[in-house]
DNA sequence: TTGTAAGCGTTATCAT
DNA sequence: ATGATAACGCTTACAA
């Protein structure tokens, strides 16, 4: 219990004070040998008197080559990332695989900073996973590889090599789409994600998205498009409530707030929450879902406030997307081969989607 | 561009391909010192041949004493945590705040986790910032304090010279408090955060609340009381909507789902989400607010899918509290004292509040 | 401008 | 069961 001396305790003190060998005084700490019952009792005693919180992790990290940090660069802002309760499912299924080789998660900045170098460049990190897709994705690649640390890609294309886990976004919109045509519906129009980084909102044209680079945003596009080659859409920011609930109005009302007549009988969302805000959109303007109006979503996951909505959707396995990169990084760690893992999609029935109102025509 | 030898390649390594010393190739890099324009291309040139990545940051972190990350501790789940805006706006805050000296954030769990040793102890930290209170507070605080380490609290008490972030909770929630007793009501109830580790739902009762840890719920419930001594209050489990439309229906409803006699006429709920909650739930059994109901929240955060909801409540600076607190740990970490930062809410007028409707009596 | 050398605090190997 | 010793890869006085 003694104050603060002058430089810091080491374990060499500890020894010193304890009357025993460095190497005796560090096996105390980390239990791997044995050591007898009296030695351990005076190293600790030691210890205590002199206040030493035990080694210091930086210089085992040295030691060891490895520091017990996963790094995690999400694209985008981290502000955003969070409030979408897929990540935050993501990253649940990602602790909680990684806790028996990582102390915590490490959250690496990826905004445009200028010229410095990147955090992933002068970060202790012994594994790092990659998130979604940005523009300075490949130069992250680049430097982790050359550092030569473990990589696991979620929901992006690293190129040869990198394991990834990934879902069959297309064959899942194909199929939510295709249910949607079943019900009877043949204006139909979709909500996408972002389509690149400058997350620009605005219609969905064949120069945007040849431009585009987010493939999650593009495969479920491509699925929609399988079912509905030619069909209008409208691009959001994020996902959000609030834009799915702009991106609805694009589509739904005409400049002086009335209803279109030429607006779809039914729009596919590219994520849950865009579709609880064209619904919310919907509602605004008088349409009743689904009598009036048919809205499908995408991922499957209880965010808070949506009460007792039944979204009609397909139910992406975030947790457990999370919890194989985890694994494969272990698996990694442990000098084993990284495998990539493809997740599927289950559709789920909810109370959104009928079949299209009678028109006039 | 050469492929995997079977060892890592050091500055050593490359120094000796550029034929110059160790500390010439380290300069180089560090670029602290000048060095001499054909030596420094032969040394990148080398450490581009052998692949070198640039010095390895455990190594750097054990020779400068310091590894350039600070970790923040959260109590409570971290999926929790991260859907509630206020926590992200002050992650957003203080990572803004650390840039300088931080190449990330490392998020440390705190799960009661057996007997193991908390993540603190081992790893290699700058810094910690320590948001909210759970158990395992103290024992942590004690393991910094033990490590030397800066350390900053938000919202909580960590004792003796430990630097805090704090708002004027008590005093706040009296404010909004009073507005909704100038508008004439009598009958009030609130709405409170969890009072401890456990988030147990139910009626604020004088035992649970003399249990409590929650210093903030308690200091919002404090102020509440100031104005209500003797209201009643219902506490949720989490800082969510869904909490809030349960936690009011156990104020509003009787056991068959209709609206009690003895219903309050204004909720005051500890959260704008808690209010979010309430509202729905309000609105679900055919209440309007405010007409009927007067609902009032805490935080003033611009929450997703809220629509134009235009909550009367108390905002709080979320984003300036997480920079206080990455302000006062980059101070610590330049040598200088950390102090204590407090913030003050503001009232803000919205749409909730109102009147109490006349009633039989 | 460049090189020499001394650590930073730990852990693992190998004797004893 | 314990101890001497050699790394781990880097940075920075200080010397040349």
């Known amino acids: 219990m003694t104050s603060t001396p002058g430089r810091r305790v080491?374990?060499?003190?500890?020894?010193?004070?304890?009357g025993v060998s460095t190497s005796t005084a560090s096996v105390v700490f980390s239990g791997k040998v044995n050591v007898a019952e009296a030695t351990r009792r005076r190293v600790l005693a030691a210890a205590a008197s002199l206040g030493y919180a035990g080694p210091d992790p930086r210089a085992a990290s040295l030691r060891l080559g490895r520091s017990g940090i996963v790094g995690v660069v999400i694209s985008g802002e981290l502000r955003h990332a969070f409030l979408d309760p897929v990540t935050t499912a993501?990253?649940?299924?990602?602790?909680?695989?990684?806790?028996s080789v990582s102390t915590g998660i490490l959250l690496l900045r990826d905004d445009p900073r200028g010229d410095e170098m990147p955090p992933i460049t002068e970060a202790p990190v012994d594994a790092v996973v990659l998130i979604g897709w940005?523009?300075?994705?490949p130069s992250a690649l680049e430097i982790v590889r050359r550092r030569g640390l473990p990589v696991v890609m979620i929901e992006g294309d690293a190129g040869e090599g990198i394991p990834r886990v990934t879902l069959d976004n297309r064959e899942?919109?194909?199929?939510?789409?295709?249910?949607v045509s079943r019900l009877g519906h043949v204006d139909v129009a979709t909500v996408t994600l972002p389509l690149d980084a400058d997350r620009r909102r605005g219609a969905v044209t064949a120069e945007r998205v040849a431009?585009?680079?987010v493939e999650v945003t593009l495969d479920r596009l491509a699925g929609f498009r399988e079912v509905y080659p030619d069909a209008p859409g409208v691009t959001a920011s994020a996902?959000?409530?609030?834009?799915?609930?702009?991106?609805?109005?694009?589509l739904l009302t005409e400049a002086d707030g009335g209803v279109r007549a030429d607006r779809p009988t039914a729009i596919v969302a590219q994520s849950d929450l865009l579709a609880v805000g064209v619904i919310r959109a919907a509602e605004e303007c008088g349409l009743r879902v689904p009598e009036d109006l048919t809205v499908v979503g995408f991922d499957g996951i209880a965010a808070d406030g949506l009460g007792s909505l039944r979204l009609t959707t397909v139910v992406q396995?975030?947790?457990?997307?999370?919890?194989?990169?985890?694994?494969?990084?272990?698996?990694?760690l442990a000098g084993g081969p990284g495998e990539s893992v493809h997740f599927t999609c289950t559709f789920r029935e909810g109370e959104t989607a009928a079949a299209p109102p009678h028109r006039a025509g």
Chains 1, 2 share one sequence.
């Open 10 to 18: 080491t374990l060499a003190d500890v020894a010193r004070a304890a």
């Open 90 to 99: 993501m990253m649940d299924g990602l602790t909680d695989a990684l806790a």
């Open 134 to 137: 940005s523009g300075r994705t």
């Open 172 to 179: 899942a919109s194909a199929a939510i789409s295709r249910h």
């Open 211 to 213: 431009a585009a680079t």
């Open 239 to 250: 996902s959000l409530v609030d834009e799915g609930m702009i991106a609805a109005r694009a």
């Open 317 to 332: 396995p975030a947790v457990a997307k999370g919890r194989a990169a985890g694994e494969q990084i272990t698996r990694m």
